[in-house]
């Protein structure tokens, strides 16, 4: 059986590693960077409903709800749709409310990020292509 390289190809694992080792260094710059702030507190609003605002604690009204009815009845459909339509709603709030924002950098981090990132995304690429 003959040797194979990287992706199945003749040779390019130096490239395939030095790639592989660029984009994750990259990465990790860049994720660094950015800062994650959730705006959500138990009293704020996290959507609105034909213009009603739904609140956190509003969302734990159905929950509560739909938890008595499954430890009443664990067969009730009613019980497990209120609760599991409670549990997404508040899920997709969570994460409909979160602000990404980018820490001050200067040009040059900027630039090692971008390089480091898209060089090893081509590097990792061509190491995958037949020579």
């Given amino acids: 059986m003959p040797y194979r390289g990287a992706g199945g ?12 080792i660029m984009m ?4 990790y710059l860049l994720l660094r ?33 739909g938890v008595g009815m499954i430890f009443y009845n664990s067969r009730n459909w009613l019980g497990w749709l209120l609760a599991l339509g409670s549990v997404l709603a508040l899920v997709v709030g969570v994460i409909a409310s979160i602000t990404f924002t980018f820490t001050r950098t200067s040009a040059f981090d900027l630039l ?15 190491s995958l292509r037949s020579s």
């Fill in 9 to 20: 190809t003749g040779g390019g694992e130096g490239s395939f590693i030095l790639g592989l």
């Fill in 112 to 126: 090692v990020i971008i390089i480091l990132l898209v060089g090893g995304i081509g590097l990792f690429l061509r």
């Fill in 24 to 27: 994750i260094a990259g990465g």
């Fill in 33 to 65: 960077g950015i800062i994650v702030q959730p705006q959500l507190g138990f009293g704020s609003r996290m959507f609105a409903v034909g213009g009603f605002p739904v609140t956190t604690g509003l969302i734990l009204v159905p929950f509560a709800f």
